[in-house]
C-alpha cells in the first residue's frame, strides 16, 4: 500500500450525529497533497449528446477516497433510485456505456481510467455464476485467465469457499442451479476476491437476500474487507446496510445525481444484528435517512 494521505489543512469540521460525523462538505482532490486511491473531479457523463433523447446522469461529481495504508476504506453510496449511483461504480471499473465520462476526470491510484483492469473487481447484484462451471470452477476463473497452474488455482479456490462460508467436501462441485441466492453471492465474492483486487465494486450485492441472509452476509463482507485490506465501494438502499458497513457514506441528489452529503462513520465491531439495535447507530440511520427522503422529495415535485 501507499503512504497514507493526509488533508492539505485541518480536517473538516463536521457535526457528530450518532456513530457517525457529517463534514460540512464533500472533500474534493485539491484538498490533498497526494494522489488518492479513488478522485472524481467535476464528473458529468450525458447520453446521446445533441439528440432529441440527450440525458445527464450524474452531474459535476466531485470526491476523494484516500489509499489507507494496510486497510482501505469501506464506501457506500446512498441516493435516490436512479441518481447515478450505478454509473459512479461503472465509472471506476472503467466500463462501457458509462466510461469514459462526458466532462470531467476519474482517477485511480492518480492515474486517469482508460478501461477495466486486474486491479479492479466488481460484484453485481445479479448472481454472475457461470452455469456450466460448479463453483470450484466458477472461483477459480479469473486464476485460470491468469494462466494459474489447475492444482494452485483449485487450491486457492478451495481456501476461498471455505473463507466464504461454504463447505469445501459439499460444495465445491456443486452447479450454480443447485446452489441458494446466498450460496451463489457468496461464490461471486469469492470468485472476485481470489484474485486481491485493490478495489472492490459491490453493486447492490444483498440485495435479492431475504432479511436473515443479508444480516450474515455484511458480517462475513467485513471479516473478507479486513482480510484482504482492499478499498470497497458499495451501492445499496438499505440505510441501515450503509451505515453498519461504510467507513464512509455518500449521498447523493436526485437525477442527474451529484454527491451533496459525505458522513464519516464508525467501523462495526460488533455483529450488525447487535450493533443495528443500539440507540448511537439508529439517530444515524434516521438522520441519514431524512437526507435522503429530502432528495426523494425534490425528484417527487420536479415530476409533479
Excluded at 442451479?177 to 465474492?189: D, N, T, Y
Excluded at 470468485?191 to 441472509?213: C, H, K, N, V, Y
Aim: negative net charge; proline residues 6%; charged residues 25%.
Amino acid at each position: 500500500m501507499t503512504e497514507r494521505p493526509t488533508v492539505a489543512d485541518e480536517p473538516s469540521p463536521g457535526s457528530e450525529i450518532g456513530v457517525a460525523c457529517q463534514l460540512d462538505h464533500v472533500r474534493r482532490l485539491d484538498e490533498f497533497r497526494r494522489p488518492a486511491i479513488v478522485a472524481f473531479s467535476n464528473v458529468s457523463k450525458t447520453y446521446r449528446v445533441g439528440s432529441s433523447g440527450e440525458i445527464t446522469a450524474v452531474r459535476d461529481i466531485n470526491f476523494v477516497v484516500e489509499d489507507l495504508e494496510d486497510k482501505g476504506e469501506f464506501v457506500c453510496i446512498l441516493g435516490p433510485s436512479g441518481c447515478g449511483k450505478s454509473t459512479i461504480l461503472r465509472m471506476i471499473a472503467g466500463l462501457e456505456p458509462q466510461h469514459p465520462p462526458t466532462t470531467g476526470s476519474v482517477l485511480v491510484g492518480g492515474k486517469p481510467v482508460v478501461g477495466p483492469g486486474a486491479d479492479r473487481g466488481m460484484v453485481f447484484q445479479d448472481y454472475t455464476s457461470f452455469d456450466h462451471r460448479t463453483v470450484l470452477d466458477n472461483i477459480a476463473f479469473g486464476l485460470e485467465c491468469n494462466r494459474v497452474p489447475v492444482a494452485v488455482r483449485h487450491d486457492m479456490a478451495r481456501e476461498w469457499i471455505r473463507l466464504v462460508g461454504l463447505n469445501v467436501e459439499r460444495d465445491q462441485y456443486k452447479y450454480p442451479h443447485e446452489l441458494s441466492g446466498g450460496m451463489k453471492q457468496r461464490v461471486a465474492i469469492a470468485r472476485s476476491l481470489i484474485l486481491r483486487p485493490r478495489i472492490i465494486l459491490m453493486d447492490e450485492p444483498f440485495g435479492a437476500l431475504d432479511p436473515q441472509t443479508r444480516i450474515a452476509m455484511q458480517d462475513l463482507l467485513v471479516s473478507l474487507w479486513r482480510r484482504v485490506q482492499a478499498t470497497v465501494f458499495f451501492i445499496t438502499h438499505s440505510i441501515e446496510e450503509a451505515v453498519y458497513l461504510g467507513d464512509r457514506v455518500y449521498v447523493m441528489s436526485s437525477a442527474p445525481g451529484t454527491i451533496i452529503h459525505e458522513l464519516e462513520v464508525e467501523p462495526p465491531d460488533r455483529p450488525a444484528a447487535e450493533m443495528q439495535r443500539e440507540r448511537r447507530f439508529k439517530e444515524t440511520v434516521d438522520h441519514v435517512h431524512e437526507l435522503v427522503l429530502a432528495e426523494e422529495l425534490k425528484r417527487t415535485a420536479v415530476k409533479s
